[in-house]
């Protein structure tokens, strides 16, 4: 937690990494994983919306040139709650929601880290 601190009070780390981010949007390298996380119905309407890329972005979106940690797991909080936790009518819909938010957020970290691994090595400071 400390390490992580440390690079958030950096203001070019932050910079870079956010740069970083950016640019994985934009270069859509991350369309393989987008396509992962849509459920395939009859109706194209019903499709998922996917929560992982809104909360990802609203992440991005929260890291300024120095970013207090509280401050992104407190963006992080309110972006569960709003898609996770208050759209659940029961606990056992609220399982298997967070159960699977869980599982796709695990599944495009894995994939945004990969990427910033191969391409954007300065990304991680």
Avoid: Y
């Amino acid at each position: 937690l400390q390490t992580v601190r440390a690079l958030l009070n950096n203001n070019s780390t932050v910079t870079v990494l956010r740069s970083g981010l950016h640019a994985i949007f934009n270069e859509k390298s991350l369309d393989v994983t987008k396509d992962l996380f849509q459920e395939k119905f009859r109706n194209p309407k019903k499709r998922q919306k996917n929560i992982q890329l809104k909360c990802l972005k609203n992440f991005i979106s929260s890291l300024t040139s120095s970013t207090d940690i509280r401050d992104l797991l407190s963006s992080l909080s309110s972006d569960l709650q709003t898609f996770v936790i208050k759209p659940s009518k029961n606990k056992e819909a609220f399982k298997e929601q967070a159960s699977d938010f869980m599982l796709k957020w695990n599944l495009l970290l894995s994939n945004v880290g990969k990427i910033l691994t191969i391409n954007r090595t300065d990304s991680f400071g």
